[in-house]
Nanobody
């Protein structure tokens, strides 16, 4: 089994910063792409940031220049540095990873349980 465990969300004032992380564990053969998504109340889940196994990144327009995704392959961990936070960034943030558990199999999407980020004064 594979688990993704997030940490590092919380309450922050507008203009502040947070750095949630997500660690993958379990029966992992290889991790491919990793990403962060978010879902605000009453809205659909949306992609925030994405990083390939080689380190290429892309971001939603709404967070470009404020957020930075990174990964530590030795620790099977992905991070999301969030700066200049705005109230509209308030959401549950989920990490995602495409993982194979055995050689020669297709990668499967795994999801974390979500971490709440609230931006409010």
């Amino acid at each position: 089994q594979v688990q993704l465990v997030e940490s590092g969300g919380g309450l922050v004032q507008p203009g502040g910063s947070l750095r949630p992380s997500c660690a993958a564990s379990g029966s992992i053969f290889r991790i491919y792409d990793m990403g962060w998504y978010r879902q605000a109340p009453g809205k659909q889940r949306e992609l925030v940031a994405h990083i390939t196994s080689g380190g290429s990144t892309n971001y939603a327009d709404s967070v470009t220049g404020r957020f930075a995704i990174s990964r530590d392959n030795a620790k099977n961990t992905v991070y999301l540095q969030m700066n200049s936070l705005k109230p509209e960034d308030t959401a549950v943030y989920y990490c995602n990873a495409r993982i194979t558990t055995q050689r020669g199999t297709y990668p499967v999407d795994y999801w974390g349980q979500g971490t709440q980020v609230t931006v409010s004064s």
